[in-house]
């Protein structure tokens, strides 16, 4: 059993310049260890949010002139990884308005997590905040807090995280799959895609239309439905634009109304309008009350209003468009770029599924290569929704070679893309 994590003198410690070079990782567990003499000298003290290092913080600017100058937000991941060679395991900066503390360890990360309580404080999304409150929307998963954030997470918890209830949804994953394949099939040009993350976002969107809503919306078919297509764009428009407006205050954008303002809530109108529409007709459908409906059964065992089923709903969309995707396109990258680890999947997969049959939940049970592949894959390229309160913190962690000294994953310290090295339980 891994030693019991507690808030004090170690993490403290580490806030100050002097042992920032001091943590190490045992090698049967991620707990966070100090040299003896530094720990025993170490006592529980307040620290300032001041104590702790971090880039140039200018007025109104923070660090945010800096980071322009090292290549802008679409090269910060870069600029964050010298700051932690730099600074250390933790350190805070600004970027104009949003103010973070960076944790790189994942043993610091582990005791983060361990004192969370029941109601974990997420990352404040202005931006969404400020659209749902001009439109009278309610708020989703990711934006409530404390017991409203329990309350409608747990109404949908028995259905998207019971294994029991996913399982029963292999025959429509299933189904969107095989689509997925005639499509590319067709597509490919001497054996080429020309827009494979393209396909692969209008079958994720199929996928969750199908869990959602119980409708096909036909996305790989060659005619493509130009409100789908709209969905997808908007979703696309909306995590584009809301960045900068979690750098820059959001009532300055919606006072003048920017055009990053004008385009974010364009993009959110047709993302509600889409999903309100499926929801009311799937609500609808079932009305005589009979289950099996995803939604109904949603809507009639819990407590939400009808703008909860909106708002909860609507990012799951958006969720299963962006994020089931993005991974996707990682692990055929990945898988591609090692046969040895291609080969060694296919065998499993054909030892595991019989011939002629199509896989199904079960069968996965019984693929402990196929999770580790998955796994090695999310470590390396892991999905991030851009500018979430640990953002980095976690892509940093898995990449970092100390949390995984027991059973090295980067054997010689390889560069980033040149090995996958898939084990059982390695992460």
């Known amino acids: 059993m891994r030693a019991h994590i507690q808030k004090g003198p170690q993490i403290l410690e580490l806030l100050k310049k002097k042992s920032i070079g001091l943590q190490h990782c045992k090698p049967t567990s991620s707990v966070c260890v100090l040299d003896s003499k530094d720990a025993a000298g170490s006592a529980p003290c307040a620290h300032s949010l001041d104590s702790i290092?971090?880039?140039?913080?200018?007025?109104?600017?923070?660090?945010?002139?800096?980071?322009?100058?090292?290549?802008?937000?679409?090269r910060q991941h870069e600029a964050l990884i010298n700051y932690h060679k730099k600074?250390?395991?933790?350190?805070q900066m600004k970027l104009g308005s949003f103010e973070s503390v960076h944790i790189g360890a994942p043993c610091l990360l582990e005791a983060l997590y361990r004192k969370e309580?029941?109601?974990?404080?997420?990352?404040?999304?202005?931006?969404?905040?400020?659209?749902?409150?001009?439109?009278?929307?309610?708020?989703?998963?990711?934006?409530?807090?404390?017991?409203?954030?329990?309350?409608?997470?747990?109404?949908?918890?028995?259905?998207?995280?019971?294994?029991?209830?996913?399982?029963?949804?292999?025959?429509?994953?299933?189904?969107?799959?095989?689509?997925?394949?005639?499509?590319?099939?067709?597509?490919?040009?001497?054996?080429?895609?020309?827009?494979?993350?393209?396909?692969?976002?209008?079958?994720?969107?199929?996928?969750?239309?199908?869990?959602?809503y119980d409708k096909r919306f036909g996305l790989l078919q060659d005619n493509i439905s130009q409100e789908a297509m709209d969905f997808i764009t908007s979703v696309k428009t909306m995590m584009s634009t809301f960045g900068l407006m979690m750098v820059t205050p959001v009532e300055l954008h919606k006072t003048f109304n920017t055009k990053t303002w004008q385009d974010h809530t364009a993009a959110w109108d047709r993302i509600f309008s889409t999903a309100k529409l499926y929801i009311d007709k799937n609500l609808k459908r079932h009305s005589n009350g009979n289950t099996g409906?995803?939604?109904?059964?949603?809507?009639?065992?819990?407590?939400?209003?009808?703008?909860?089923?909106?708002?909860?709903?609507?990012?799951?969309?958006?969720?299963?468009?962006?994020?089931?995707?993005?991974?996707?396109?990682?692990?055929?990258f990945n898988l591609s770029r090692n046969p040895c680890a291609q080969a060694k999947l296919l065998k499993e997969i054909q030892d595991v599924v019989p011939a002629g049959e199509t896989p199904c939940a079960e069968h996965i049970k019984n693929m402990p290569?196929?999770?580790?592949?998955?796994?090695?894959?999310?470590?390396w390229a892991k999905y991030i929704l851009k500018r979430t309160i640990i953002y980095f913190v976690e892509w940093k962690s898995s990449m970092d070679v100390e949390g995984f000294s027991w059973n090295p994953l980067m054997p010689n310290k390889i560069p980033y893309g040149e090995s996958f090295h898939s084990k059982k339980d390695s992460l």
């Open 293 to 332: 409906s995803f939604l109904c059964d949603i809507y009639h065992q819990s407590h939400l209003t009808k703008k909860e089923l909106y708002a909860a709903t609507t990012e799951l969309q958006i969720g299963g468009v962006e994020t089931t995707a993005n991974s996707m396109l990682w692990v055929i």
């Open 53 to 74: 290092p971090g880039p140039t913080n200018w007025p109104l600017f923070g660090s945010l002139i800096e980071l322009l100058r090292k290549g802008g937000l679409k």
């Open 117 to 212: 309580g029941n109601y974990p404080q997420r990352l404040e999304i202005k931006p969404w905040k400020a659209y749902r409150d001009m439109r009278d929307e309610a708020y989703g998963l990711l934006i409530l807090e404390g017991k409203d954030w329990q309350r409608v997470r747990s109404a949908f918890q028995q259905k998207l995280m019971k294994p029991t209830e996913v399982m029963k949804l292999d025959g429509k994953i299933n189904e969107v799959s095989a689509d997925l394949i005639k499509r590319i099939g067709r597509a490919q040009v001497n054996g080429k895609i020309n827009d494979l993350y393209f396909e692969l976002n209008k079958w994720s969107f199929e996928t969750i239309c199908y869990v959602l």
């Open 369 to 379: 290569y196929l999770k580790a592949c998955l796994k090695e894959s999310m470590r």
């Open 87 to 91: 600074f250390g395991k933790i350190f």
